[in-house]
Protein backbone atom coordinates (compact mmCIF):
# COMPACT_ATOMS: atom_id res chain seq x y z
CA UNK A 1 0.00 0.00 0.00
CA UNK A 2 1.54 3.09 -1.09
CA UNK A 3 2.03 6.18 1.54
CA UNK A 4 -1.05 7.98 -0.23
CA UNK A 5 -2.93 5.06 0.33
CA UNK A 6 -2.24 5.21 3.97
CA UNK A 7 -2.99 8.68 4.06
CA UNK A 8 -6.00 8.49 2.97
CA UNK A 9 -7.39 6.08 4.74
CA UNK A 10 -6.45 7.93 8.12
CA UNK A 11 -8.66 11.04 6.48
CA UNK A 12 -11.05 8.99 5.96
CA UNK A 13 -11.07 7.90 9.74
CA UNK A 14 -10.50 11.77 10.76
CA UNK A 15 -14.17 12.24 8.88
CA UNK A 16 -16.46 10.78 11.52
CA UNK A 17 -14.55 13.26 14.59
CA UNK A 18 -15.88 16.11 12.31
CA UNK A 19 -18.90 15.63 12.89
CA UNK A 20 -18.80 16.51 16.58
CA UNK A 21 -20.31 19.57 17.52
CA UNK A 22 -17.44 22.21 18.61
CA UNK A 23 -14.81 20.23 17.40
CA UNK A 24 -12.27 21.71 14.76
CA UNK A 25 -11.99 19.40 11.74
CA UNK A 26 -9.25 17.18 12.55
CA UNK A 27 -9.56 15.78 8.81
CA UNK A 28 -8.43 19.25 6.64
CA UNK A 29 -5.89 20.04 9.81
CA UNK A 30 -4.49 16.30 9.09
CA UNK A 31 -4.51 16.51 4.98
CA UNK A 32 -2.99 20.06 5.59
CA UNK A 33 -0.07 18.49 7.77
CA UNK A 34 0.45 15.59 5.91
CA UNK A 35 0.38 17.34 2.10
CA UNK A 36 -1.88 14.95 1.33
CA UNK A 37 -3.00 15.46 -2.76
CA UNK A 38 -6.09 16.90 -2.66
CA UNK A 39 -7.49 14.47 -5.15
CA UNK A 40 -7.22 11.98 -2.67
CA UNK A 41 -9.06 14.32 -0.10
CA UNK A 42 -11.49 14.69 -2.56
CA UNK A 43 -12.29 11.13 -3.59
CA UNK A 44 -12.57 9.91 0.21
CA UNK A 45 -15.03 12.39 1.56
CA UNK A 46 -17.27 11.22 -1.72
CA UNK A 47 -16.54 7.62 -0.42
CA UNK A 48 -17.22 8.94 3.32
CA UNK A 49 -20.64 10.78 2.21
CA UNK A 50 -21.63 7.88 0.26
CA UNK A 51 -20.96 5.18 3.04
CA UNK A 52 -23.36 7.60 4.98
CA UNK A 53 -25.67 7.20 2.37
CA UNK A 54 -25.97 11.11 1.30
CA UNK A 55 -25.40 10.46 -2.18
CA UNK A 56 -26.55 13.68 -3.64
CA UNK A 57 -23.69 15.27 -1.48
CA UNK A 58 -21.23 12.02 -2.34
CA UNK A 59 -21.77 13.00 -5.89
CA UNK A 60 -19.97 16.63 -5.59
CA UNK A 61 -16.89 14.86 -4.99
CA UNK A 62 -17.00 11.60 -6.63
CA UNK A 63 -18.09 13.14 -9.92
CA UNK A 64 -14.95 15.68 -9.83
CA UNK A 65 -12.99 16.12 -12.57
CA UNK A 66 -9.67 15.89 -11.14
CA UNK A 67 -10.74 12.37 -10.71
CA UNK A 68 -9.74 9.36 -12.52
CA UNK A 69 -12.75 6.59 -13.51
CA UNK A 70 -10.70 3.87 -11.63
CA UNK A 71 -14.00 3.16 -9.24
CA UNK A 72 -17.07 4.30 -11.56
CA UNK A 73 -18.24 0.53 -11.40
CA UNK A 74 -18.77 0.48 -7.96
CA UNK A 75 -20.20 3.99 -7.60
CA UNK A 76 -22.70 3.53 -9.90
CA UNK A 77 -23.90 0.31 -8.62
CA UNK A 78 -23.88 1.59 -5.28
CA UNK A 79 -26.18 4.35 -6.75
CA UNK A 80 -28.64 2.38 -8.92
CA UNK A 81 -28.82 -0.30 -6.12
CA UNK A 82 -29.55 2.62 -3.62
CA UNK A 83 -32.19 4.34 -5.90
CA UNK A 84 -35.04 5.17 -3.77
CA UNK A 85 -38.74 5.03 -6.29
CA UNK A 86 -37.17 4.64 -8.88
CA UNK A 87 -35.35 7.59 -9.55
CA UNK A 88 -32.38 6.72 -11.11
CA UNK A 89 -31.42 10.88 -11.43
CA UNK A 90 -27.86 10.70 -9.20
CA UNK A 91 -26.49 7.07 -10.97
CA UNK A 92 -27.42 8.75 -14.68
CA UNK A 93 -26.05 12.48 -13.58
CA UNK A 94 -22.62 10.37 -12.47
CA UNK A 95 -22.81 8.29 -15.27
CA UNK A 96 -23.37 11.31 -18.01
CA UNK A 97 -20.52 13.47 -16.13
CA UNK A 98 -17.89 11.21 -15.60
CA UNK A 99 -18.69 9.20 -18.90
CA UNK A 100 -16.35 6.16 -17.77
CA UNK A 101 -15.61 2.75 -19.55
CA UNK A 102 -17.24 0.27 -17.70
CA UNK A 103 -15.45 -2.93 -17.01
CA UNK A 104 -18.30 -5.45 -15.18
CA UNK A 105 -21.47 -6.79 -16.54
CA UNK A 106 -22.97 -5.55 -13.49
CA UNK A 107 -22.42 -1.76 -14.01
CA UNK A 108 -23.53 -2.23 -16.86
CA UNK A 109 -26.60 -4.01 -16.50
CA UNK A 110 -27.70 -1.79 -13.83
CA UNK A 111 -26.63 1.28 -15.71
CA UNK A 112 -28.42 0.56 -18.84
CA UNK A 113 -31.59 -0.85 -16.39
CA UNK A 114 -31.55 2.54 -15.25
CA UNK A 115 -31.61 4.38 -18.65
CA UNK A 116 -34.80 2.13 -20.09
CA UNK A 117 -36.73 3.11 -17.48
CA UNK A 118 -35.68 6.71 -17.42
CA UNK A 119 -35.54 7.35 -21.43
CA UNK A 120 -36.04 4.28 -24.06
CA UNK A 121 -34.45 6.37 -26.99
CA UNK A 122 -30.73 7.14 -24.79
CA UNK A 123 -30.87 3.38 -23.98
CA UNK A 124 -31.60 2.53 -27.62
CA UNK A 125 -28.68 5.25 -28.84
CA UNK A 126 -26.35 4.18 -25.64
CA UNK A 127 -26.71 0.31 -26.89
CA UNK A 128 -25.61 1.32 -30.15
CA UNK A 129 -22.05 2.10 -29.31
CA UNK A 130 -20.98 -1.50 -28.36
CA UNK A 131 -20.03 -4.43 -30.46
CA UNK A 132 -22.47 -6.91 -31.47
CA UNK A 133 -23.04 -9.45 -28.99
CA UNK A 134 -23.40 -7.12 -26.22
CA UNK A 135 -25.51 -4.25 -28.28
CA UNK A 136 -27.84 -7.34 -28.74
CA UNK A 137 -28.26 -8.55 -24.56
CA UNK A 138 -28.66 -4.38 -23.92
CA UNK A 139 -31.24 -4.29 -26.62
CA UNK A 140 -33.04 -7.53 -25.20
CA UNK A 141 -32.78 -5.89 -21.97
CA UNK A 142 -34.04 -2.66 -23.30
CA UNK A 143 -37.25 -4.50 -24.11
CA UNK A 144 -37.64 -6.26 -20.97
CA UNK A 145 -37.02 -3.42 -18.64
CA UNK A 146 -39.43 -1.02 -20.25
CA UNK A 147 -42.42 -4.20 -20.55
CA UNK A 148 -41.66 -6.11 -17.76
CA UNK A 149 -41.38 -3.76 -14.64
CA UNK A 150 -44.05 -1.10 -15.89
CA UNK A 151 -42.49 1.37 -16.92
CA UNK A 152 -43.87 4.44 -17.96
CA UNK A 153 -41.37 4.32 -21.25
CA UNK A 154 -43.31 1.15 -22.52
CA UNK A 155 -45.98 3.34 -24.26
CA UNK A 156 -42.66 4.56 -26.36
CA UNK A 157 -40.99 1.56 -27.08
CA UNK A 158 -42.79 0.34 -30.41
CA UNK A 159 -42.41 3.96 -31.72
CA UNK A 160 -38.50 3.66 -31.69
CA UNK A 161 -36.47 4.59 -34.63
CA UNK A 162 -34.96 0.67 -34.69
CA UNK A 163 -32.86 -0.18 -37.59
CA UNK A 164 -33.29 -3.40 -39.87
CA UNK A 165 -31.50 -5.70 -37.29
CA UNK A 166 -33.10 -4.23 -33.90
CA UNK A 167 -36.19 -4.41 -36.12
CA UNK A 168 -35.59 -8.51 -36.15
CA UNK A 169 -34.72 -8.88 -33.09
CA UNK A 170 -37.60 -6.66 -31.78
CA UNK A 171 -39.87 -9.15 -32.98
CA UNK A 172 -38.01 -12.62 -32.25
CA UNK A 173 -37.50 -11.31 -28.73
CA UNK A 174 -41.03 -10.91 -28.29
CA UNK A 175 -42.74 -13.43 -30.43
CA UNK A 176 -40.67 -16.66 -30.10
CA UNK A 177 -37.91 -15.45 -27.80
CA UNK A 178 -37.76 -15.02 -23.68
CA UNK A 179 -39.81 -12.07 -23.93
CA UNK A 180 -42.54 -14.04 -25.90
CA UNK A 181 -44.22 -14.50 -21.85
CA UNK A 182 -44.65 -10.72 -21.22
CA UNK A 183 -47.65 -9.44 -20.42
CA UNK A 184 -47.78 -6.43 -23.37
CA UNK A 185 -45.71 -8.86 -25.49
CA UNK A 186 -47.88 -9.53 -28.63
CA UNK A 187 -49.77 -6.07 -28.15
CA UNK A 188 -46.44 -4.56 -28.63
CA UNK A 189 -45.87 -6.34 -31.68
CA UNK A 190 -49.16 -5.23 -32.79
CA UNK A 191 -48.51 -1.18 -32.35
CA UNK A 192 -45.32 -1.49 -33.74
CA UNK A 193 -46.87 -3.23 -37.29
CA UNK A 194 -49.21 -0.05 -37.42
CA UNK A 195 -46.92 2.13 -36.48
CA UNK A 196 -44.83 1.18 -39.54
CA UNK A 197 -47.58 0.98 -41.80
CA UNK A 198 -47.54 -2.81 -42.33
CA UNK A 199 -50.92 -3.64 -42.19
CA UNK A 200 -50.60 -6.42 -44.33
CA UNK A 201 -49.16 -8.52 -41.62
CA UNK A 202 -51.44 -7.66 -39.14
CA UNK A 203 -54.45 -9.96 -40.79
CA UNK A 204 -54.45 -13.02 -38.82
CA UNK A 205 -52.86 -11.38 -35.80
CA UNK A 206 -53.78 -11.86 -32.34
CA UNK A 207 -54.38 -9.54 -29.35
CA UNK A 208 -55.72 -8.56 -26.33
CA UNK A 209 -59.27 -7.45 -26.56
CA UNK A 210 -59.15 -4.03 -25.91
CA UNK A 211 -57.60 -3.97 -29.39
CA UNK A 212 -59.96 -6.21 -30.97
CA UNK A 213 -62.10 -3.13 -32.32
CA UNK A 214 -58.80 -1.22 -34.15
CA UNK A 215 -57.99 -4.95 -35.81
CA UNK A 216 -61.25 -5.62 -37.19
CA UNK A 217 -61.23 -2.14 -38.20
CA UNK A 218 -57.98 -2.41 -39.71
CA UNK A 219 -58.98 -5.66 -41.59
CA UNK A 220 -62.07 -4.18 -42.73
CA UNK A 221 -60.08 -1.47 -44.21
CA UNK A 222 -57.59 -3.85 -45.68
CA UNK A 223 -60.25 -6.51 -47.53
CA UNK A 224 -62.12 -3.46 -48.63
CA UNK A 225 -59.14 -2.47 -50.60
CA UNK A 226 -58.91 -5.68 -51.99
CA UNK A 227 -62.40 -6.10 -53.23
Known amino acids: MSMHHKLSLIYYVLLDFDTVEGQA ?22 LWYMDGLEFSTALEYV ?8 FADDIIIALVQNASDGDYDLALSYFHTVQPVLKTSKALELIFGAMAQTNV ?10 PDHTREQLFRQLIA ?12 LAFLPFDSIEEAWFEEYLSTGDGRNLKKAKDT ?16 QRT ?16 GQLE
Not at 63 to 70: E, F, G, K, Y
Not at 121 to 130: K, M, P
Not at 145 to 156: A, I, V
Not at 213 to 221: A, D, F, H, T
Request: hydrophobic residues 30%; negative net charge.
Open 25 to 46: SLSETFASASSMPQKYEIFMKG
Open 121 to 130: TEALLYSRTH
Open 145 to 156: ETLGNKSEQEGE
Open 63 to 70: AHPSLVSD
Open 189 to 204: ILVRKIASDRFGEIRT
Open 208 to 223: SSQWGPVLEGIKSGIE
